[in-house]
T-cell receptor, first 114, second 117 residues
Framework: AQSVTQLGSHVSVSEGALVLLRCNYSSSVPPYLFWYVQYPNQGLQLLLKYTSAATLVKGINGFEAEFKKSETSFHLTKPSAHMSDAAEYFCAVSRPSGNTPLVFGKGTRLSVIA | DTGVSQDPRHKITKRGQNVTFRCDPISEHNRLYWYRQTLGQGPEFLTYFQNEAQLEKSRLLSDRFSAERPKGSFSTLEIQRTEQGDSAMYLC???????????????FGPGTRLTVL
């Protein structure tokens, strides 16, 4: 069964610093990969998705992620953190066949310090 | 269209009572998913529909849970004889899949937070 591991349940960065949220997946076949963000009392919003078109994926709000098959990783980065980036971030994997149930990691809470 | 909506947003009930949640997907979306999210965890898949057909159910979906999408539009999730362990956020998501290829983006609603006392 597919699984997703997010290293670090809580990450704290200073405003303007690099954001790095780690995600590793277990799959024998490169899947579709996603990063979602969840603000308090809200649903999940898609940040970006990998669907094999390009290994470096750019998303909304200045976020990007790089798919590395050899490392089975899909880490999320942003060069400069803003206070508004404080939220819960989830990495998820789908089966390669298309719309199917997502398997989520446990999430990483990002705090941004002024 | 304003996105996926869920009703109610919050529900408090006593153990043993039945509850029903509703999800209205984005109007042109033919797939609808239910997930459950507990504190400190990511969402976990429960079940999903394509149009009115229920295509898959997770082992998490015990026989106390039932979901329907009678006309291929809105969906309901019912929990019978609620237990304290059912306390969670129940998330609905929808997407569109066409014959020419799958769109793989699921749009999530705000969720229904259930508290079982």
């Amino acid at each position: 069964a597919q699984s997703v591991t997010q290293l670090g349940s809580h990450v704290s960065v200073s405003e303007g610093a690099l954001v790095l949220l780690r995600c590793n997946y277990s799959s024998s076949v490169p899947p579709y990969l996603f990063w979602y963000v969840q603000y308090p009392n809200q649903g999940l919003q898609l940040l970006l998705k990998y669907t094999s078109a390009a290994t470096l994926v750019k998303g909304i709000n200045g976020f990007e992620a790089e798919f590395k098959k050899s490392e089975t990783s899909f880490h999320l980065t942003k060069p400069s953190a803003h206070m508004s980036d404080a939220a819960e971030y989830f990495c998820a994997v789908s089966r390669p066949s298309g719309n199917t149930p997502l398997v989520f990691g446990k999430g990483t809470r990002l705090s941004v310090i002024a | 269209d304003t996105g996926v909506s869920q009703d109610p947003r919050h529900k408090i009930t006593k153990r043993g009572q039945n509850v029903t949640f509703r999800c209205d997907p984005i109007s042109e979306h033919n797939r609808l998913y239910w997930y459950r999210q507990t504190l400190g965890q990511g969402p976990e898949f429960l079940t999903y529909f394509q149009n009115e057909a229920q295509l898959e159910k997770s082992r998490l979906l015990s026989d106390r849970f039932s979901a329907e999408r009678p006309k291929g539009s809105f969906s309901t999730l019912e929990i019978q004889r609620t237990e304290q362990g059912d306390s969670a956020m129940y998330l609905c998501a929808s997407s569109f899949i066409s014959g020419a290829g799958a769109s793989d983006e699921q749009f999530f609603g705000p969720g229904t937070r259930l508290t079982v006392l």
